[in-house]
């Protein structure tokens, strides 16, 4: 049975969940150059975008405003020369040539054969395919090569029509913009870059701080913080929830530490009574009626070991906190005066008068058998500790929405020095020499007290002790985080 | 009574199982949940101690819901080494009838077997209690012993009374402090004997016999002397 298990372990273990499956290609595993590799595209992407707009707005208006007016030209000369025939067309033609101040103007009227009729070209440029209208060409004006834009149109009776602009200026001024932006674009794709590694290295120092701080804990260095900047930003936050958290654990850890020092040491006691009283009843009993006593007694032992154990399990399984589940809203007068019922016969017989002083509804807010039990346990102690013919005072006040619980009495009370160790499981004070009890009560009140977002003071009553458990009324107060209640 | 006592621990069940026979009572023992449930569904019982933690797939609780949902009304008593209060809540909630945490004193779990096995053969509305010569009226409330009028206190007459229910039975001091008090925890001081003693001094000491008696490393016993 068990090496079939551990022969299906040894299988499983190749997809255990630690190995990670092999989603992206290697490189694009770093979250920072993955966050790296978004910035320089969206920074590139958008330098394009915007190189392509201005172009847009400049070259590209340039070269619309330059067709527009080929275009009016080009219609106002064939309204002439529907008006007046072919004269009236080479005079306004004339015109315009003379009137063209920036002499950019471009104008060729030619007969069926080609042969030039009026305009400033010397001949029909033979570059111009017959099928086109628009075209932009070299052209050759008073010895000067230049460029041109030109529109072609045919007029009846075989004759073509050329008009243009000179474009030379402009399409130098394109270049030199399209080279511009071309440079710009290389310039910004080598920002990006940069950026990106810039993002990539603040990204990585970010997380390295809380990745070497948790390396080193697993390591076993729990004392470890993250450090935090002190810029208040998100990865401070981020810093400071973990340590808090890194706080929390500790405190739990050394509970636990406290805790099993403290049943190491003990228990040890009760059990070796009981182990010693069997080994010595099984060796040297003289009668059955020994041996019988004997077993009784360390029955007995084990008995209080069990009980031991019990308040311990108890105390832990409150401070894990999985009783919050059970909270309700309950009236705690009955119970206060169910309680004093309870013990009031011990007090009675102990010659202490046990008094109670509560409003006609106490409003609580939790688990009403946990309540019950730590009020239970001050109520113990204080009858316990109380000299013959003493009072204990249990008194209940409500106060904005907190209820505070006292339990007075005018005993030895607990010296200041060892107050704030009362609360700690095993510990027993001088006075409790020759009580019984085994130092878990406090203990569990003050489990109870954190549970419910609440606290537990011990204070001095002049003579006596006076131990006050506040307990929230309503719900919204049971439910602030308990790492408050336990700082305050 | 016939008892089934379903527990895998050998030695938890011998002792269990040796201690009940001697106390009279017919005893079936099954290791393992499926021969438990067979054996409570199959047979018919007076009582059932039942482990919480069982091998072979079928647990307590399931035995118990696996019961209750064929109208099985057999009273159950709960063995468990869970000793997590929300843990006894999930027992009873089940349909368990008491509960009880390992380890135990054999003493407290008879007393509470038998006092289950009382419960279980339903009494109906009872009016009137009457132990020997002690008269109890839970309508009017009031007590008399051999025709004398005593006088309690309203949680006296709760103590008195389950008591009196379960006359001539061992009643234990947890028992005494879950049934009269409502409370499921140990309270360390011995409340329950300085309220038994109370208790006697009215019900017993002006009259010339003991009605409540101490058993030894048990509890109490309510009964008269010929009983
Ligand atoms: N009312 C009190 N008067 C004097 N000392 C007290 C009182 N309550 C608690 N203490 C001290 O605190 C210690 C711890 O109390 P507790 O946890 O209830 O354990 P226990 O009652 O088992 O001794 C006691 O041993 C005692 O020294
Ligand atoms: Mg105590």
Redesign the pocket.
Known sequence: MTEARAADLVVRSPASPLARPPAHPRFLRSAALRFAAIYALLFGLSALALALFLWWETAGLLDRETDQAISADVQSLAERWQEGGLPALIVTIQNRLAENVDDNAIYLLVDPALERIAGNLAFWPTSLPLNRTWAELPIERAGIRSLARVRRYNLPGGLHLLVGRDVQVRAELRDLLTGALFWALLVVLVLGLAGAIVIRGLFRRALANVSTTAAAISAGDLSQRVRITGRGDEFDRLSETINEMLERISRLMDGVRQVSNAIAHDLRTPITRARTRLEDAALHAQSEADLHAAIERAIADLDGVVAVFQALLRIAEIEAGARRSAFASFDAAPLLSDLVDLYGAVAEEKGISLRLQSPERLALFGDRELIQQAIA??L???L???PPGGVVRLAAESASGMTAIT?A?R????PPA?RVR??E????????RH???????????QAVAQLHAGSLT?ADNAP??R?VLRLPGTAELAARPAATAMDA | MRILVVEDDKDVAGFVVKGLRESGHVVEHADNGRDGLFLAASEPFDAIILDRMLPGGIDGLRILETLRSQRNTVPVLFLSALGQVDDRVLGLKAGGDDYLTKPFAFAELLARVEALTRRGKGEGPVTKLTVGDLEMDLLSRSVRRAGQKIDLQPREFLLLEYLMRHAGQVVTRTMLLEGVWDYHFDP?TNVIDVHVSRLRQKVDKPFSSALIHTVRNAGYMLRTDGQ
Do not use: H, M, W, Y
Not at chain 1, 411 to 414: E, F, T
Not at chain 1, 425 to 432: C, D, M, P, Q
Not at chain 1, 435 to 445: C, E, I, Q, R
């Open positions: 346990n001050l113990d102690n204080a316990k500790f109380s339990v009495d005993g030895p009370g607990i060892v009362a609360t499981r095993f510990f027993r004070g001088e006075a409790a009580t019984p009890g085994a130092g878990l009560g406090l203990a569990l009140v011990l006596g002790l131990a | 360390q």
